[in-house]
């Protein structure tokens, strides 16, 4: 599932880049990102190890070992998470559905996006091994491939974000945020995508710094990834190093990405807040009547066995 919070605060990111991401796409992607509306979750869900191992392998183009490998992975990871993640997701849900019908301020949709975050951190964490192992299975020819797919990615990110009229730019992104929002809280009025559009204009976000940071974790992969395909690294090397790439993906290097971040976070907040007290009884009915489907669905599939 894509939780609403985390939906609208990441509406300006650029799109998935580097090692951790790559992989962690299994979790970010496969697990919970691909879960678009009630109707589809348990069905999604149920073939999302399958999904995220169509999504890495367009990273990577993994050869018939690294995917017999990948694949039984995945069905671990997504065993872990029915039983340990999903659980506590349908406990959060019903937390905020408690809130959804009152007024909502900034701190309060920050937290609730630090509790989304605290998860993915704890699937990010469950993915290193995984990275590891397959990271001294790759060859030079995949580590190609995954930077010709760095390309690829930059061009699309420049193409919504950096290249064009800034009112047009504005539009995309716009549109993205509009139809997030209308999956919770159902049709917005012209008022309230007029609000989104103001919040928006006055956001701290910087298409540029986004970029490099993309573009700085792609370098930092490959730069990983590089030595360890030679088969020259210990056990305990590889794992370090994957480590330290965790850790420089998550906590990025960079004072001012990281202020700019800061920033860019609390603007979200701001804007969803916003958004939030503008809305009507009946659009808030709807947003807990969808987070109480969501949370349903989780439990459901939390206690099936596969």
Same mark, same amino acid.
């Given at each position: 599932?894509?939780?609403?919070?985390?939906?609208?605060?990441?509406?300006?990111?650029?799109?998935?880049?580097?090692?951790?991401?790559?992989?962690?796409?299994?979790? &970010?992607?496969?697990?919970?990102?691909?879960?678009?509306?009630?109707?589809?979750? /348990?069905?999604?869900?149920?073939?999302?190890?399958?999904?995220?191992?169509?999504?890495?392998?367009?990273?990577?183009?993994?050869?018939?070992?690294?995917?017999?490998?990948?694949?039984?992975?995945?069905?671990?990871? +997504?065993?872990?998470?029915?039983?340990? +993640? &999903?659980?506590?997701?349908?406990?959060?849900? /019903? /937390?905020?559905?408690?809130?959804?019908?009152?007024?909502?301020?900034?701190?309060?949709?920050?937290?609730?996006?630090?509790?989304?975050?605290?998860?993915?951190?704890?699937?990010?964490?469950?993915?290193?091994?995984?990275?590891?192992?397959?990271?001294?299975?790759?060859?030079?020819?995949?580590?190609?491939?995954?930077?010709? /797919?760095?390309?690829?990615?930059?061009?699309?990110?420049?193409?919504?974000?950096?290249?064009?009229?800034?009112?047009?730019? &504005? =539009?995309k992104r716009l549109k993205k945020t509009v139809n997030r929002a209308e999956m919770l809280y159902g049709t917005l009025t012209d008022k309230q995508v007029a609000l989104l559009r103001r919040?928006?204009?006055?956001?701290?976000?910087?298409?540029?710094?986004?970029?490099?940071?993309? +573009?700085?974790? +792609?370098? =930092?992969?490959?730069?990983?990834?590089?030595?360890?395909?030679?088969?020259?690294?210990?056990?305990?090397?590889?794992?370090?190093?994957?480590?330290?790439?965790?850790?420089?993906?998550?906590?990025?290097?960079?004072?001012?990405?990281?202020?700019?971040?800061?920033?860019?976070?609390? =603007?979200?907040?701001?804007?969803?807040?916003?958004?939030?007290?503008?809305?009507?009884?009946?659009?808030?009915?709807?947003?807990?009547?969808?987070?109480?489907?969501?949370?349903?669905?989780?439990?459901?599939?939390?206690?099936?066995?596969?």
């Amino acid at each position: 599932m894509r939780f609403p919070v985390p939906c609208w605060m990441g509406a300006h990111a650029p799109p998935s880049g580097g090692l951790l991401r790559i992989i962690g796409l299994a979790a &970010l992607l496969g697990l919970t990102g691909l879960l678009t509306a009630c109707s589809v979750v /348990k069905i999604a869900y149920n073939q999302a190890h399958e999904l995220a191992y169509l999504q890495l392998d367009g990273y990577l183009d993994f050869n018939g070992a690294q995917t017999l490998r990948l694949k039984d992975e995945l069905v671990k990871i +997504q065993r872990w998470h029915r039983s340990t +993640q &999903l659980p506590a997701y349908a406990e959060r849900l /019903k /937390k905020w559905q408690r809130l959804l019908p009152g007024e909502l301020d900034e701190v309060q949709v920050c937290s609730a996006g630090e509790e989304v975050r605290s998860s993915l951190l704890a699937i990010s964490r469950r993915t290193e091994s995984i990275v590891a192992e397959l990271a001294v299975t790759l060859s030079p020819d995949q580590l190609k491939f995954l930077q010709g /797919k760095f390309l690829k990615l930059n061009q699309e990110y420049r193409n919504d974000f950096l290249e064009g009229p800034s009112s047009a730019l &504005l =539009d995309k992104r716009l549109k993205k945020t509009v139809n997030r929002a209308e999956m919770l809280y159902g049709t917005l009025t012209d008022k309230q995508v007029a609000l989104l559009r103001r919040q928006m204009a006055l956001s701290a976000f910087d298409a540029g710094m986004s970029l490099a940071e993309y +573009q700085r974790r +792609q370098q =930092d992969a490959l730069q990983t990834l590089a030595p360890l395909i030679t088969g020259g690294a210990t056990s305990a090397q590889t794992k370090s190093a994957v480590s330290g790439y965790f850790e420089r993906s998550l906590n990025s290097p960079s004072p001012a990405y990281r202020r700019h971040q800061e920033q860019l976070t609390r =603007d979200n907040c701001r804007m969803l807040a916003l958004l939030h007290n503008s809305t009507s009884p009946a659009q808030r009915a709807k947003a807990v009547e969808t987070l109480g489907d969501y949370a349903q669905d989780f439990r459901i599939l939390a206690s099936q066995d596969f």
